[in-house]
């Protein structure tokens, strides 16, 4: 006899108690306070439930779902692929930024401006003076920087 059967078997030889009108229920997880069954009702899940003199109370710990509106049954099938999760690290960045020597910030792209003279100037502290002179580059360091090595 394997394990179906066995509850099978049980099954058919117990029957499952109905609590009756007048009969004395013990409610309440500690206390067992006792009530008396006066009716019965559905919840909104159509499981049932038994009235007291003292509350309503559900006969069953779970919900029977042969008993459940078909609109209230969740026939979702849950996806069986399995996610490996994302892994998150942290990557720290250095990046060298140019200083103005005037004002100490860090000079943004378009605060520089170079004069007919290819002296630079941070555009904020232009009235103190260049900061740097811009060396034209030769037809060699171009033709290097191209990789043009000939
Ligand atoms: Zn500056």
């Not at 609590?19 to 159509?46: F, Q």
Request: glycine letters at 4%.
């Amino acid at each position: 006899m394997n394990a179906y059967q066995l509850v099978c078997t049980i099954l058919n030889e117990v029957k499952i108690p109905i609590p009756e009108i007048g009969d004395v229920i013990l409610k309440g997880k500690w206390r067992n306070s006792p009530a008396t069954v006066t009716g019965y009702k559905n919840d909104s899940n159509h499981q049932p439930q038994v009235r007291t003199n003292k509350g309503v109370y559900s006969l069953y710990k779970f919900r029977l779902q042969k008993l459940m509106p078909k609109s209230k049954i969740n026939t979702d099938v849950k996806e069986s692929v399995e996610v490996t999760p994302l892994l998150k690290r942290f990557k720290i960045s250095k990046r060298e930024i140019e200083v103005c020597p005037h004002c100490f910030q860090e000079i943004g792209e378009k605060e520089v401006y170079v004069d007919s003279k290819n002296y630079m100037y941070h555009r904020p502290c232009i009235n103190r003076g260049p900061i740097k002179k811009i060396e034209p580059i030769s037809k060699k360091e171009i033709q290097s920087l191209l990789g043009w090595n000939h």
